[in-house]
């Protein structure tokens, strides 16, 4: 009989610094939602036929949006007041590297939901329950608006998946404490 080979991420060790929770959880939950935004918005039209079943989950993708723009002005607002900073292991070019992903990605971030917000009023689109949103703007905007939403939607995330390899990397080969500091674990 073999054994299942199982892969376990253990908490980092007493005494090394980690993100405090307020981060932890705006990081994670923030990830989670634009994982599930952009699966949304990339497949719903091809698995799904016109109806009420496909309105609901745009419309779900509406919500959750602004939920988003919440989230990163919130994480944005947390590090810079109350968020802890860790120590800069090594300051060489791949801390430069990571910092310059970390400024691309709240840019793309910004750039998807604001063009995401601007595409909701052009379209006037339902909300939760049975509010709708105030259709505003030219209906003309609604494609190229739709299109540059995509778009930087996609950027967005071959910028997240650099990221998180670069996080696993850090774990796997380099064994170092980067992931770990950023897990929901007390160290
Ligand atoms: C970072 C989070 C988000 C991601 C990853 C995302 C992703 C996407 C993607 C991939 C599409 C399909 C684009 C296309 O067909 O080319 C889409 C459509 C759309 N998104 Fe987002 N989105 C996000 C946030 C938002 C926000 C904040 C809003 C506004 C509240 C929004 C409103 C829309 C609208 C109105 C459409 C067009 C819907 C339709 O074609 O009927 N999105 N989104």
Do not use: C
């Amino acid at each position: 009989m073999s054994s299942k080979p199982t892969v376990t991420i253990e908490p980092a060790p007493p005494g090394a610094a980690t993100y405090d929770r307020g981060t932890i959880a705006l990081h994670w939950l923030t990830a989670a939602l634009v994982l599930i935004l952009w699966l949304i918005g990339t497949f719903l039209e091809d698995l799904l036929p016109k109806g009420t079943l496909r309105t609901g989950i745009w419309s779900a993708h509406f919500d959750a949006g602004f939920v988003v723009a919440a989230l990163i002005v919130g994480l944005l607002l947390w590090r810079r007041t109350r968020g802890r900073s860790l120590p800069v292991a090594d300051p060489g070019p791949l801390h430069q590297l990571a910092k310059a992903t970390y400024g691309a990605l709240y840019g793309l971030l910004f750039a998807v939901v604001g063009l995401g917000i601007a595409n909701a009023f052009v379209r006037g689109v339902p909300l939760v329950g049975s509010i709708a949103l105030p259709q505003l703007g030219d209906a003309a905007w609604r494609r190229p608006l739709t299109q540059w939403h995509g778009l930087a939607a996609n950027i967005l995330m071959v910028l997240a998946l650099f990221h998180a390899a670069a996080a696993l990397v850090h774990h796997y080969l380099w064994h170092d404490t980067i992931l770990r500091r950023m897990l929901p674990v007390k160290p």
